[in-house]
């Protein structure tokens, strides 16, 4: 949705490693925002965005208005259940509603043979590649690790809502992660007692809101009771203004991003 960073340019970076030509989309979806979200004042920076795509070989720049993408009138929209209704879908109602439907919109304006998508929106990656397999959408989705700042912290174009301190306490998240994923190495493989580890861990370090702290199925997205499979711990917190969210893997065959 632009304000690219490092993230955003990693994925370009690994799809011009694997394909002859690359498109990247930027455009700020306002039907995956709810009230009172921040789509009015989401960070841009257009200017900066063309000119990184420029220095990284970006082949093309497909840059819509909102009037190119839903017409007067528009009333068709991609839903998928099952996947969305947990994590940030519980938190955020109608979200994955916008996700889909732009996405698949944006495939069939630009088909795409690859997509490149961060697993730092781990919920997004498993709707997404959910929605191609079940419609039958001939685009592979290709995974890519997090990219993160040297605290740990996730990078996000809304990192810069954060103040000094806002971001010191924000390298809690990942912290917070971690640390879960050593106690579970170390014999911890009870859910809720892992969960109430990070809980603490993330309240310690300053005034925080959480949304939710939890461990999914890697696949399902369904909540684990106890670590006997691949899981993934997923999290979402508002420090002042700002919502962050972050996953790391834990489980067998797990490795850490």
Do not use: W
Not at 93 to 103: A, C, E, K, L, R
Not at 183 to 200: F, N, P, T, W
Not at 211 to 228: F, H, N, Q, R
């Amino acid at each position: 949705m632009g304000a690219l960073h490092a993230g955003h340019r990693a994925l370009v970076a690994e799809a011009r490693r694997r394909c002859d030509r690359v498109v990247v989309s930027i455009f700020v979806n306002p039907t995956q925002f709810g009230l009172g979200e921040d789509c009015d004042r989401y960070p841009s920076s257009t200017d900066a965005d063309l000119n990184a795509c420029r220095d990284d070989g970006v082949d093309l720049v497909f840059l819509p208005a909102v009037e190119d993408m839903y017409r007067p009138a528009c009333v068709s929209t991609v839903r998928l259940t099952g996947l969305t209704e947990g994590l940030c879908g519980a938190h955020r109602p109608g979200h994955f509603d916008g996700v889909t439907t732009v996405v698949a919109k944006l495939f069939n304006i630009v088909p795409a043979d690859v997509a490149f998508f961060g697993e730092k929106d781990y919920q997004q990656l498993k709707v997404i590649e959910r929605m191609v397999r079940d419609l039958d959408i001939p685009t592979e989705i290709v995974a890519c690790p997090t990219v993160r700042e040297d605290d740990g912290l996730a990078l996000s174009s809304r990192n810069t809502y954060l103040s000094a301190s806002e971001r010191r306490q924000a390298g809690s998240l990942s912290r917070a992660i971690r640390g879960a994923i050593a106690a579970y190495h170390s014999g911890e493989h009870d859910s809720e007692r892992l969960i109430e580890r990070m809980v603490s861990e993330i309240q310690s370090a300053g005034p925080v809101s959480i949304d939710y702290v939890s461990i999914v199925d890697a696949e399902t997205l369904k909540p684990m009771t106890t670590v006997d499979r691949p899981g993934r711990i997923c999290l979402a917190v508002r420090i002042g203004s700002c919502r962050l969210i972050d996953n790391m893997p834990v489980g067998a065959s797990a490795r850490c991003g």
